[in-house]
């Protein structure tokens, strides 16, 4: 079946400094890919997504991400994290453009001024 | 105007009662889901429909029932609420061939509390 981990539950960075989340899914072909970003109070926003072409995809708010096919990771990136990116992120896969989606846990992330 | 809409925004019921969950969109969709999310367990789908005519079963959907109104109105249902239904519930809408690639596009959450 498939599954979406994300191995970090909570990160703390600083702002300015660069971002990396990790996401890894569990499917053999390549699956349609997505990130999600939840503020406070909200629902939840699509940052990017990915399912062919050029693996390194770019999104909304600056944020980037890569697929890599050899170890099942499509990781959320940004050079220069703002206070206004604290937030929860999630990681979703699909097998198909018109399955259903599968969620991660989440990532929460903070940011220090 | 929001895309997606859900009422309440916020309830709190008790032990047994039955409560309805409203989600309406202008989107157009087909698809329409309905999500709780828990701290720690992401969002996991309780139910989800493809058309007025096609419900589906998620992940965890003992507990829940749904109705398909029309293409616009997703509602969800707790026959006999309890404690652990306690969540932040999500309703969203899709349309996979119209080149969003099944982007999902949510509500803004109704926090229920079952006391």
């Known amino acids: 079946a498939q599954s979406v981990t994300q191995p970090d539950i909570h990160i703390t960075v600083s702002e300015g400094a660069s971002l990396e989340l990790r996401c890894n899914y569990s499917?053999?072909?390549?699956?349609?890919l997505f990130w999600y970003v939840q503020s406070p109070g909200q629902g939840l926003q699509l940052l990017l997504k990915y399912f062919s072409g050029d693996t390194l995809v770019q999104g909304i708010k600056g944020f980037e991400a890569e697929f890599k096919r050899s170890q099942s990771s499509f990781n959320l990136r940004k050079p220069s994290v703002h206070w206004s990116d604290a937030a929860e992120y999630f990681c979703?896969?699909?097998?198909?453009?018109?399955?259903?989606?599968?969620f991660g846990p989440g990532t929460s992330l903070s940011v220090i001024p | 105007d929001a895309d997606v809409t859900q009422t309440p925004r916020n309830r709190i019921t008790k032990t047994g009662k039955r409560i309805m969950l409203e989600c309406s969109q202008t989107k157009g969709h087909d698809r329409m889901y309905w999500y709780r999310q828990d701290p720690g367990l992401g969002l996991r789908l309780i139910y989800y429909s493809f058309d007025v005519k096609d419900i589906n079963k998620g992940e965890i959907s003992d507990g829940y029932s749904v109705s398909r109104q029309a293409q616009a109105k997703f509602s969800l249902s707790l026959e006999s609420a309890i404690p652990n239904q306690t969540a932040l519930y999500f309703c969203?809408?899709?349309?996979?061939?119209?080149?969003?690639?099944?982007?999902?596009?949510f509500g803004p959450g109704t926090r229920l509390t079952v006391l």
């Open positions: 499917y053999g072909a390549t699956p349609y």
């Open positions: 969203a809408t899709s349309d996979p061939f119209g080149g969003a690639y099944n982007e999902q596009f």
């Open positions: 979703a896969v699909g097998k198909t453009s018109y399955d259903k989606v599968i």
